[in-house]
């Protein structure tokens, strides 16, 4: 069983950063996908960002493309989410997510879920 503690909301003016961390505790050894994902009041969870382990590959979502750095520290098992040029549209909770198996954009198999980090960007 994996356990995913997220960390590093917060409230923040428009154009600042924040950076998002995940540390993965219990059997991480066979995660293959982590991400971040994230859910304003009234609107459905959405992808943010996510990094496949085996090749390393990126992908995000339009919307934070050029802003946002997903990325980890295998050693520190810990995953990131480097944010800058925050905007009030960013405003949401930030879940972090780990499957053994994830394919495409945002298709993880029975992922862990963390409990959430709020993030509040006022304009």
């Known amino acids: 069983q994996v356990q995913l503690m997220e960390s590093g909301g917060g409230s923040v003016q428009a154009g600042g950063s924040l950076r998002l961390s995940c540390v993965v505790s219990?059997?991480?050894?066979?995660?293959?996908?982590m991400g971040w994902f994230r859910q304003a009041p009234g609107k459905e969870r959405e992808g943010v960002a996510r990094?496949?382990?085996?090749?390393?590959?990126?992908y995000y979502a339009d919307s934070v493309k050029g802003r946002f750095t997903i990325s980890r520290d295998s050693a520190k098992n810990t995953l990131y989410l480097q944010m800058n040029s925050l905007k009030s549209e960013d405003t949401a909770m930030y879940y972090c997510a780990a499957a053994e198996f994830c394919a495409g954009a945002w298709h993880f198999q029975s992922p862990s879920w963390g409990q959430g980090t709020q993030v509040t960007v006022s304009s």
């Open positions: 219990g059997y991480s050894s066979s995660i293959a996908c």
């Open positions: 990094v496949f382990f085996g090749s390393g590959s990126t």
